[in-house]
């Protein structure tokens, strides 16, 4: 019987292992992929082979890469992007870590307070997050971005709209600024030379950030780098090293145990004095096929927006509220090109290290890919070829010609024109919570861990609200790119992307309509509660989500410790060790990882 049973080590479950085991709980996590343990020299810069969604080492499927990735139903035009393994899809994030703005929290009463999806506010105060906020940028660490080409030619965009120069971490107004991100800032010979193979580009002589240009297909730079010293702080770089190694670096710690190609499959219950109780889980083993049943004082669902609710309903677990994969939130993203005579160093440098902030819109940043990435960003549309079919929609904005993907002979001009003399930008939208956007069980035969599940994003049934945040964005990051100089700007007017994801497990106000109370733990099921994407009550306003689920899994972690096991809160009394931390360095090598 272990005290807590973690399922999923991605950008959520990690966070609660650590924490609990830096205060002596035992904590068993189950991550359903594999654990990469030397990407040194499991990882390429192959672009198909690390991002292949079907064969890549960065996919949802087993370890084994000649048996088939897991498969999901999307019945509309849209990409589903959410990993498998330990570090789960952070293994592909780009480190951006801002918070989410202050209007999203209740208690909100600001003038423009009802600019946000007010019918589904989180439920706690933006103050009660903060000082959690401050737990996990310390911890992973975040710090302002390092600067490259395509930031200040996106800063010049900025400049040339008015926007002010945003200097805090909090966000209130219509701004622009360095990412702040988890991302160790370049020392020694990172960012001062260029190849892959110069060997000053090997730690020690280089430390943190590379600018390498591929943080998408998972970050191994500096070369020979100890893993919790890989410049991005994905998970399998921060908190599971951590999590790992709590004996060494915290007085009462206890190691976590994970156990990787471990699919849950059921969340066990029992009947307690009326209630239902979560009491442990069923676990399939990929590469054999056996099943393992462990029981739990406590069980945290940590398996992303798709999974947990599949896990839920495969379970038989009660939905009284019809809640449980409901409000499918994904930032209804759009994508914006401006084709520049200068070199604009697109593809050079972490993924994205600049941004600007429209509260109660949303957000527009910089991006760069590398070229098999970029080319999938300008073939990606909800509105066909451009300037096919009649998409009279398209010819309305002030973008250069209709929106839609680019075919042909003007592909090939653009991209041979030189993808570092392109510039591009992600628009993220504050996108209300839709109960139609939703995550429901297939009627598609079943895997070998149940029925899958179907996510279904009704792209042209969107709010009002959100559809016009999204028109709003896009064409605040049309001006930004003409701003800069661009000779040419495209609108993509992308389908679902489905890779910022949120809610289908939220907390929220009221019972009526969310699967948790505000510590995290589902209203229907005691002693079980979610720590991820899923269970944001909203969409954050349009940033990056991540900090704010680790955020949000270190107050469910302090709430399980007092509220489960009889616990002292932490955040407000203690100091975080950071995991860049040589206790963490020293405690991998000894245990030969
Ligand atoms: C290209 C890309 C760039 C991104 N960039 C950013 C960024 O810059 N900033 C940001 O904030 N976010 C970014 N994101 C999003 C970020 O990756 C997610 O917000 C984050 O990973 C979500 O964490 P999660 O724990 O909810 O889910 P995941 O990270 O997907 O983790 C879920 C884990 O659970 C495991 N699992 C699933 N089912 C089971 C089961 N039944 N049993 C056991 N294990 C299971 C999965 O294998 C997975 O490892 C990006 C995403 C992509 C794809």
Not at 89 to 96: E, K, S, V
Request: charged share 20%.
């Amino acid at each position: 019987m272990r005290d807590v049973i973690v399922v999923g080590a991605g950008g959520g479950g990690p966070v609660v292992a650590k924490e609990l085991a830096a205060r002596g709980l035992d904590v068993l996590m189950l991550e359903a992929g594999p654990r990469h343990a030397d990407p040194s020299e499991e990882w390429t810069h192959y672009e198909n082979d690390a991002n292949n969604p079907l064969s890549g080492y960065l996919r949802f499927g087993p370890a084994d890469r000649s048996k088939p990735a897991w498969y999901r139903e999307t019945p509309q035009n849209s990409f589903l992007w959410q990993l498998s393994g330990v570090g789960g899809t952070t293994q592909h994030y780009l480190g951006n870590n801002p918070r989410a703005y202050p209007g999203v929290f209740a208690g909100y009463d600001k003038e423009d307070r009802n600019a946000y999806d007010t019918g589904h506010l989180f439920p706690f105060s933006y103050s009660e997050l903060l000082p959690y906020y401050e737990w996990v940028e310390d911890t992973l660490p975040v710090q302002t971005a390092a600067m490259g080409t395509k930031e200040s030619v996106f800063f010049r965009g900025c400049e040339a709209l008015g926007l002010p120069l945003q200097k805090t971490r909090n966000t209130s107004e219509n701004s622009y600024r360095p990412q702040e991100n988890a991302i160790l800032q370049p020392g020694g010979f990172a960012g001062k030379v260029t190849g892959y193979d110069d060997p000053r580009l090997s730690y020690p002589q280089a430390t943190g950030c590379t600018f390498c240009g591929y943080c998408v297909i998972g970050c191994k730079h500096p070369h020979g780098a100890p893993r919790s010293l890989a410049a991005k702080r994905s998970t399998d770089n921060s908190y599971v090293p951590m999590a790992l190694t709590a004996d060494r670096w915290s007085p009462s710690g206890k190691p976590v145990t994970l156990v990787t190609d471990a699919f849950v499959t059921k969340v066990h219950t029992e009947q307690r004095g009326g209630e239902t109780v979560a009491s442990g889980v069923t676990w399939r083993v990929g590469e054999t096929g056996e099943e393992h049943r462990e029981d739990a004082k406590v069980v945290v669902l940590a398996a992303g927006c798709t999974e947990n609710p599949r896990l839920w309903f495969n379970s038989g677990l009660p939905n009284p509220n019809d809640w449980v994969g409901h409000g499918y939130t994904d930032h209804f993203f759009d994508w914006v090109i401006g084709v520049f005579d200068e070199y604009t160093g697109s593809s050079k440098g972490t993924g994205s290290s600049a941004r600007s902030d429209w509260p109660g819109r949303g957000g527009v940043m910089n991006v760069g890919v590398p070229p098999a990435l970029q080319q999938f960003t300008m073939t990606f549309s909800d509105s066909g070829i451009r300037g096919q079919y009649g998409n009279g929609r398209g010819n309305t904005g002030p973008w250069d010609g209709p929106m839609g993907r680019l075919m042909g002979p003007e592909l090939k001009d653009i991209f041979m024109h030189g993808i570092d003399r392109m510039f591009c930008m992600l628009i993220m939208t504050d996108d209300d919570v839709e109960a139609q956007n939703r995550v429901t069980l297939s009627s598609m035969p079943a895997d070998e861990h149940g029925p899958i599940a179907k996510v279904q994003m009704h792209g042209r049934q969107r709010t009002r609200r959100t559809i016009a945040n999204r028109d709003y964005l896009v064409r605040r990051a049309v001006e930004i790119a003409r701003g800069a100089g661009a000779k040419q700007v495209l609108r993509l007017d992308w389908p679902p992307l489905i890779l910022h994801v949120q809610s289908t497990m939220r907390m929220g106000l009221s019972e009526g309509d969310s699967v948790t109370d505000a510590n995290g733990q589902a209203r229907w099921v005691k002693q079980l509660y979610a720590a991820d994407n899923s269970v944001l009550a909203n969409a954050l306003g349009g940033p990056n989500p991540t900090l704010t689920t680790q955020a949000v899994a270190t107050r469910i972690s302090e709430k399980i410790f007092t509220d489960q096991f009889g616990g002292d809160s932490w955040v407000r009394s203690e100091a975080p060790v950071v995991s860049t931390d040589a206790r963490v360095t020293q405690g991998l090598a000894a245990l030969g990882r």
